[in-house]
């Protein structure tokens, strides 16, 4: 007789193995980072992780993230509650997973915040000095933050929103506290950067004290999602907007559906046209040979 699986143990089943049982296969695998095209929306490069030590994914292109059952339930388009009513009754898949109803219940993978304090930590500046960020920069800016999963705790670069959540950043981990929300760096000025994630941010300051071309009179808005896009409409029309956002399909549609609503903006991806963004433009900048000039 088959038992009904609990929310817990749910969140225990492998991401990876569900997704392999439904036929969706990694496209590569670093560490324990396994990258698939996204279950979520069409794309040709692969941008959807999945963390197989925490058991969390993360969809580098919608933003989204979490455990398997918010997972399943946007793959299956239910209820949490229904996705694990199906991973019950569903025989032939449940087995394969290999789950020990009378083991002691794991804790939540849930992500949660311990501490906030200066950047200290040598292996997260480090981490930063491989992304061209140094560390004037990343002091003006970032925050070394505790974060707790599954009852371990770890370090990571924090950038805040403005809902006092925060982005975080380290050498493996890619994710984000709650609330989520954008964030938004006044400096009084009628110009607004649009750029996807802080590390963005973080180049274009860095590229700045280099490049005059990009003044130092701009407003940030730092979208952290780019589903932040449309809440961000009103505020791109109270300035005159530069969109920074990254070469793919994603940064594409979010620039077409602009223009579909009549948002002026000025594109400015054409100075990293053959990188994906423009951290990645900052770091081919690290060798001199493929410097170019920018014009905005």
């Avoid at 038992?3 to 749910?10: G, V, W």
């Avoid at 492998?14 to 969706?24: K, V």
Wanted: with cysteine; net charge negative.
């Amino acid at each position: 007789m088959d038992m009904a699986l609990t929310f817990s143990d749910a969140k225990k089943i492998p991401i990876i193995d569900y997704l392999s049982s439904i036929g969706i296969q990694p496209a590569k695998i670093r560490g324990n980072n396994y990258w698939y095209n996204s279950p979520l929306r069409g794309e040709k490069d692969p941008s959807f992780k999945v963390n197989n030590k925490l058991n969390l994914w993360y969809d580098h292109g919608s933003g989204e993230g979490g455990t398997l059952i918010d997972l399943g339930a946007r793959i299956n388009t239910c209820t949490p509650s229904e996705f694990v009513n199906q991973l019950s009754e569903f025989s032939p898949i449940t087995p394969l997973f290999s789950l020990h109803r009378n083991n002691p219940k794991e804790p939540e993978n849930k992500l949660s915040i311990q501490s906030v304090g200066e950047l200290r930590s040598n292996e997260l500046i480090d981490y930063l000095r491989t992304r061209g960020i140094d560390e004037d920069v990343a002091f003006r800016y970032c925050k070394e933050v505790s974060f707790q999963i599954a009852q371990k705790n770890y370090l990571a670069v924090g950038f805040e929103n403005k809902s006092g959540g925060y982005e975080l950043r380290n050498n493996w981990f890619k994710g984000s506290s709650s609330p989520k929300d954008i964030s938004f760096i006044d400096n009084d000025s009628a110009k607004l950067y649009v750029v996807e994630g802080f590390m963005d941010f973080l180049s274009i300051e860095q590229l700045k004290s280099k490049t005059p071309a990009f003044g130092t009179d701009a407003d940030f808005l730092i979208l952290n999602s780019l589903s932040f896009m449309q809440r961000s409409q009103a505020l791109m029309k109270s300035h005159e907007s530069f969109l920074f956002l990254d070469n793919d399909q994603a940064g594409a549609t979010a620039k077409k559906s602009l223009h579909s609503e009549h948002i002026p903006f000025m594109d400015c991806s054409g100075f990293y046209a053959s990188h994906k963004d423009v951290n990645d433009y900052l770091v081919a900048q690290l060798n001199p040979a493929t410097k170019r000039s920018i014009r905005i």
